[in-house]
């Protein structure tokens, strides 16, 4: 990316560009998302409900840091895709378990939010990219999709391993498998840049989750049984030294740009 574009990119974009290290990191946060979740909810005995209650309140609170950025902010910005990531998880967790919707209707109903929302986004931006999400209104709708993103994700993955039978190893390597398919629409036959994105932001969440169950579950159910508490240590860890990579590239970008202005 030239100086040029990343400077007019950072001033007015407040989400990251697309490259390796963003599906890296957003990868591993939705892998986080399905252990973190897990570990709040059953490790740590606060329950469904409860750790629902404190995640979304959190995310509540990091969403209105987010807003309040001016330009893409790593730091800021993927601790809200953490954070949503468990909240999408927990949403799916509650109707399954809490209310006993099955896998099938909230993977149809996740499905048909998802696409009223890119319908709203669409009517009223005229596009879908995520390269320009300089306003409040496209970050509100880019957020809401986000969110469905996760939900959706989270019904589809257990709806496969759990219901359909699976496992969580053979789940991954479908969903992966149809990312690759997407990739190869995109690079080789041209899918729309747009679409394909979407598509496979939506089928990460369950490669992540399926990998993320795979690790930590016992090995009776499937997994290598690192557990919920090491696994989602880890991939934090993870997180965290990319966003200080990321941190770092973008400001000495933003400073190159900036000299050659002057």
């Known amino acids: 990316m030239d100086v040029t574009r990343q400077e007019t990119y950072g001033a007015l974009n407040r989400v990251p560009e ?12 939705v892998t986080m998302g399905e252990t973190a979740a897990d ?20 995310l509540i609170l990091a969403l209105a840091l987010q807003f309040r950025q001016r330009q893409y902010v790593p730091w800021v910005y993927w601790t809200a895709v953490v954070l949503i990531s468990i909240v999408g998880t927990l949403v799916t967790d ?30 009223y931006e005229k ?15 880019y957020w809401l999709a986000i969110l469905f993103t996760f939900a ?4 589809a993955g257990d709806l496969v391993a759990e219901k359909f039978g699976l ?6 390597l479908i969903f992966g498998a149809i990312i690759a398919l997407v990739a190869v629409g995109h690079f080789v036959f041209h899918l729309n840049a747009v679409v394909a ?10 490669l992540g989750a399926s990998f993320g169950d795979f690790l930590s579950q016992p090995m009776e159910y499937g997994g290598l049984g690192f ?36």
Not at 21 to 29: E, G, R
């Open 39 to 58: 570990y709040l909810a059953v490790n740590l005995g606060l329950g469904l409900s409860a750790t629902s209650l404190i995640m979304s309140t959190v």
């Open 94 to 123: 509650n109707l399954v378990d809490n209310f006993h919707v099955p896998l099938e209707v909230t993977t149809i109903v996740f499905t048909l939010a998802l696409i009223a929302t890119f319908a709203v986004w669409y009517a």
């Open 167 to 172: 496992g969580f190893a053979a789940t991954g």
């Open 227 to 262: 557990g919920t508490i090491i696994t989602s240590l880890i991939f934090l860890g993870c997180i965290i030294a990319i966003v200080v990579y990321m941190t770092v590239m973008f400001r000495s970008g933003n400073r190159k740009a900036a000299s050659q202005a002057a």
């Open 127 to 141: 596009t879908l990219s995520i390269h320009s999400i300089f306003t409040t209104r496209r970050e509100a709708f």
């Open 18 to 29: 697309v490259k390796v290290d963003f599906w890296l990191i957003k990868l591993m946060a």
């Open 152 to 155: 959706l994700g989270t019904a």
């Open 197 to 206: 994105f979407w598509l496979a932001y939506i089928f990460t969440r369950p």
